[in-house]
């Protein structure tokens, strides 16, 4: 066994509560978040995704991604999470950061394609020769973090039908078949990441909320393959995305009820995921669809709309709990957010982690 198991469970027997019989109490409605954070501006340009380094020289940018990680990681403590992040400061998007590391994946050619369904148009690199990982990607990052907090930690990297949907192809010509080839370089991963003493690795799949045919046909699939023998918590995380225009604007024309989940939801309940993160803060989305999980899976409840500028109350955020409360049990919830918060100007970020942790803290006194 490997020091950083000692360390994990250790931090797990001091953490757990002890009831007046002496016995063992989990402590339930943990808070967590769905990964991204605000980049301080010395880092990235601000409240934009994809946005630019502020810093050319590579070493002195490895200093300022770390130093920001601490941040990120001192602000969700402040407020109270269970489990953090390391807000992914060190990537500049969610699914582009782990490619680079990738052979068979070419940066400088980059295409404009229509993602999400053709949502919008995003400058996407292009794969041209069969892709494989050479070497550890995020491990360093993940050391890193895992040495600047006592608490849970969990890691992120997009889910392999989200990576297909960011890329152009001119190499495999069959989307399954690369999201396959990437389900097995993202297990590879995750299970050298979970040894490195992470405790739940979430894979982000809003892609899931775009094609929702081939979520049964192969994306559960290489999510499974994906999770494979990984020694710690799994999780996906299917949203509806960042608050930004395109995605509003397609929001605005989903309808009065959003079911994009009910088509979804049956077959994660049947894969080998332990914990799905969905959207319900400002969303139409029926709390009722959380029982098509049937009780298998913990259910990462959204509770913070990330698409406003102002802190949801605590009570606003006890609301959502409650309701999600009704179709699982608590043991099984942990309020977290819609989705990242990168785009978000970081005093309001940090007002919402402050909110989502009052807010669970308001129900747990309830139980
Ligand atoms: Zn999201």
């Keep these: 066994m490997k020091l950083s198991h000692y360390v994990n469970l250790l931090m797990k027997i001091t953490f757990k509560a002890t009831n007046d019989i002496g016995q063992e109490e989990k402590i339930m409605l943990k808070t967590t978040i769905s990964g991204s954070l605000p980049k301080p501006f010395w880092l990235a340009e601000p409240e934009v995704l994809w946005a630019k380094w502020s810093i050319e020289e590579v070493t002195r940018l490895e200093e300022a991604k770390r130093d920001a990680v601490r941040l990120a990681i001192s602000d969700q403590e402040q407020a109270g999470i269970d489990i953090v992040s390391d807000g992914e400061q060190s990537r500049q998007h969610f699914v582009h950061g782990i490619l680079e590391k990738i052979e068979g994946i070419d940066f400088l050619n980059k295409q404009r394609i229509g993602i999400r369904n053709d949502r919008y148009k995003a400058d996407c690199p292009t794969v041209i ?29 997009p889910g392999p039908m989200t990576i297909v949907d960011t890329l152009a192809d001119n190499h495999y010509g069959d989307r399954a078949e690369l999201a396959m080839a990437f389900a097995s370089i993202l297990n590879l991963e995750a299970k050298e990441l979970a040894e490195a003493g992470v405790n739940v690795i979430q894979f982000d799949e809003p892609a899931f909320n775009v094609y929702l ?28 995305g960042y608050g930004i225009k395109a ?3 397609w929001k605005a024309g989903l309808g009065e009820i959003w079911d994009q989940y009910n088509k979804i939801l049956p077959a994660l309940a049947s894969s080998n995921i332990d914990q799905v993160s969905l959207e319900f803060a400002g969303s139409r989305v029926p709390f009722e669809v959380i029982g098509l999980l049937e009780g298998k899976k913990d259910v990462l409840v959204g509770a913070i709309d990330v698409t406003t500028l102002e802190a949801e109350t605590p009570d606003q955020v006890a609301d959502v709990i409650r309701k999600s409360m009704e179709y699982v049990s608590p043991d099984k919830i942990y309020p977290c957010t819609n989705c ?9 970020s ?9 807010g669970a803290m308001i129900v747990r006194k309830e139980l």
């Design 340 to 348: 990242g918060m990168v785009p978000l100007p970081r005093e309001v």
């Design 129 to 157: 020769s069969k892709v494989q990982r050479s070497g550890p990607i995020h491990l360093s990052e993940v050391n890193f973090a895992r040495r600047q907090t006592k608490r849970d930690l969990k890691f992120t990297m």
């Design 247 to 249: 995605n509003l604007d």
């Design 213 to 240: 045919d081939e979520v049964s046909t192969w994306g559960v699939e290489a999510l499974n393959l994906a999770v494979e023998g990984v020694s710690c918590k799994t999780a996906v995380h299917v949203c509806y």
């Design 350 to 358: 940090r007002d919402k982690l402050i909110s989502l942790v009052k």
